[in-house]
């Protein structure tokens, strides 16, 4: 079993950063891909940013690219969110999840809740 343990999040003022960190831990850890979601009140989740853990290709949504960065510690089977320029509407659960066999997200964390105030 494989479990994902969030840190981060918070409360900033809109124009500020934030950094997500996502560890991958359990007895074999297989990792394809490792992506951040988020999800808004009232809104659908949406992805926000996801990286091939082998090829280190990397994919962001419109709305937050060249403000958000993901990155990996492969070592620590770690993935980070760096995000900067936070607007209001960023404001959101965000969860990490992890698709060990490149057939689709198999495993999420609870979310850190992060918000930006205006």
């Known amino acids: 079993q494989v479990q994902l343990v969030e840190s981060g999040g918070g409360l900033v003022q809109a124009g500020g950063s934030l950094r997500l960190a996502c560890a991958a831990s359990?007895?074999?850890?297989?990792?394809?891909?490792m992506g951040w979601f988020r999800q808004a009140p009232g809104k659908e989740r949406e992805v926000v940013a996801q990286?091939?853990?082998?090829?280190?290709?990397?994919y962001y949504a419109d709305s937050v690219k060249g403000r958000f960065t993901i990155s990996t510690d492969k070592p620590k089977n770690t993935v980070y969110l760096q995000m900067n320029t936070l607007k209001p509407e960023d404001t959101a659960v965000y969860s990490c999840?992890?698709?060990?066999?490149?057939?689709?997200?198999?495993?999420w964390g609870q979310g850190p809740q992060v918000t930006v105030s205006s």
């Open positions: 990286t091939t853990w082998s090829s280190g290709y990397t």
């Open positions: 999840a992890l698709d060990s066999s490149a057939r689709g997200y198999n495993y």
């Open positions: 359990g007895r074999t850890v297989s990792i394809y891909t």
